[in-house]
Structure formats: C-alpha cells, structure tokens
C-alpha cells in the first residue's frame, strides 16, 4: 500500500490526515466541483511531497476527463465570502 498513489475526492478531509491513515505520503488531493460530473469542472489539486512528476502527469489525466485543473500549493480550508 505504501507504493501506491492514492488520489482523494473526499470533501473536507485533508491530505496530512489521509496520508496518516494509509501510511504513505504519496496522496493527491482533489477538489472538484459540481461541473465536473458533465465534463466542465474545475479541480483544484494537491499533491504531498512524495508524489512524482510522473504521479503528476497521471493525476492529469484522470482528472481531465471532468474539465480544467489547477495544481495549488497548499493544503488547506477555503474561506468563503459572505456577501
């Protein structure tokens, strides 16, 4: 399981959390949006230090297939506005 590249759709669930469950480091995390279930999403990407180029670039493809996607560089809660 170690060597495995696990790829989360898990909403609220972080990657520091996933990777200590499963035992490895090698976690993307992904955050899709509704959209994405037509093909016209827009997922937001995260990848643990352990995760490849290579791992990278299969993300890619997989996630794809939902639409546009966007490698970000940290881990975290997003803020919504209140308008």
């Avoid at 016209?40 to 995760?51: E, H, K, N, P």
Wanted: net charge positive.
């Amino acid at each position: 399981m170690a060597d495995a590249l696990h790829l989360s759709v898990a909403a609220g669930i972080r990657s520091d959390s996933i990777a200590a469950w499963l035992g490895t480091q090698r976690v993307v995390r992904a955050m899709p949006n509704t959209p994405a279930l037509v093909g016209l999403g827009q997922t937001g990407l995260f990848a643990r230090s352990a995760v490849t180029a290579a791992d990278k670039a299969w993300i890619e493809q997989v996630v794809a297939t939902t639409g546009a996607l966007l490698w970000v560089a940290e881990d975290r809660k997003s803020t919504r506005l209140n308008s």
